[in-house]
C-alpha cells in the first residue's frame, strides 16, 4: 500500500513540473511574437515616413518642372516676337534690292551695222551684221554633229567664215534648245535648224542669246545679231560699222 501511495505521489509532482515548464514556454513565445509585431510596426512606420518624404520630394520636383516648362514657353514666345519685330523693322528699313543691269539705264549704246562678237566657250571673236529687220540670230554653223548627253540631244560645230583657216576652226558644243523652221530666200522649202544658246559678248554687251544654226555661207558674215538680241540694249546706226568693238 506504501508503494502505491509513494508512486501516486512521485507521478503528481512531476506533473506539476510539466504544468510549470508549459507555462514558462508559452508565456516566452508569446513575448517574442509581442517583440515582432512591435519591430514589424516600426519598420512599417519607417518605411511609410521614408514613401511620404519621397512622395513630397517628386511633388516639389513636379512643380519646378511645371514652372520650367512655362519659362521655356515664353522664352520661345518671346524671342518669335523680337524675330518678328526684327523681320519687319529691316522690310521697312532696307528698299528691296534690284538685280543690276548688264548696262546702266542711263547709258545709250549705239552698235554700227557690223560688229565683232565673241564666243565664250572658244574665245574668238567674228564678224556679225547687226539686222533689226531681223527678229532671230543665227550663225553660219558648218561640220554639225548631234549627240546624246545625260538623256539631252546635243550638238557640236564650227563657225566658219573667210578669216579663219580651217585647221584653226575650234568645235562648240551646246545642247539643243529648240528646232526652227527656216525658208531659204532663194527656196520655198523649209528646213529643220537646231537651235542652241550662247553667251556672246560685243564691247560692253555681255548677254546669253539663241541662235539658230543655219547656213550663211551665200552671206558675208558669219553671225548675224536680229532684234531679240539688242531689244532694250542698244540702238543701231547702220551707218557706221565697228562702234562697239576693240578692234576694227
Not at 2 to 8: D, G
Not at 67 to 95: G, H, I, W, Y
Amino acid at each position: 500500500m506504501l508503494k502505491k501511495v509513494a508512486a501516486l505521489a512521485v507521478i503528481t509532482a512531476l506533473s506539476g513540473c510539466s504544468l510549470i515548464d508549459g507555462d514558462k514556454y508559452s508565456q516566452s513565445t508569446q513575448a517574442a511574437i509581442q517583440q515582432s509585431e512591435t519591430n514589424l510596426t516600426n519598420q512599417l512606420h519607417s518605411y511609410s515616413a521614408q514613401i511620404d518624404k519621397q512622395n513630397d520630394q517628386i511633388n516639389y520636383l513636379s512643380i519646378e518642372l511645371s514652372n520650367l516648362n512655362n519659362e521655356v514657353a515664353k522664352l520661345r514666345q518671346d524671342q518669335a516676337a523680337q524675330f518678328k519685330k526684327l523681320k519687319a523693322k529691316k522690310a521697312t528699313s532696307e528698299p528691296p534690292k534690284q538685280a543690276k543691269p548688264a548696262i546702266e539705264p542711263s547709258q545709250t549704246i549705239v552698235l554700227g551695222g557690223i560688229e565683232k562678237v565673241k564666243v565664250d566657250t572658244i574665245k574668238q571673236q567674228f564678224d556679225a551684221r547687226v539686222d533689226t529687220g531681223a527678229a532671230t540670230s543665227s550663225i553660219n554653223a558648218v561640220d554639225i554633229q548631234e549627240f546624246e548627253r545625260n538623256g539631252k540631244t546635243w550638238i557640236k560645230f564650227h563657225i566658219s567664215d573667210d578669216k579663219t583657216a580651217k585647221e584653226d576652226q575650234l568645235w562648240i558644243e551646246s545642247p539643243v534648245i529648240r528646232y526652227a523652221k527656216i525658208r531659204q530666200s532663194t527656196s520655198e522649202e523649209t528646213e529643220r535648224r537646231p537651235v542652241v544658246e550662247l553667251w556672246v559678248q560685243v564691247g560692253k554687251i555681255h548677254e546669253k542669246a539663241q541662235f539658230t544654226l543655219a547656213d550663211r555661207s551665200q552671206m558675208s558674215h558669219p553671225i548675224l545679231l536680229g532684234r531679240e538680241f539688242i531689244q532694250d540694249i542698244a540702238l543701231v546706226d547702220v551707218s557706221k560699222s565697228y562702234l562697239q568693238s576693240e578692234t576694227k
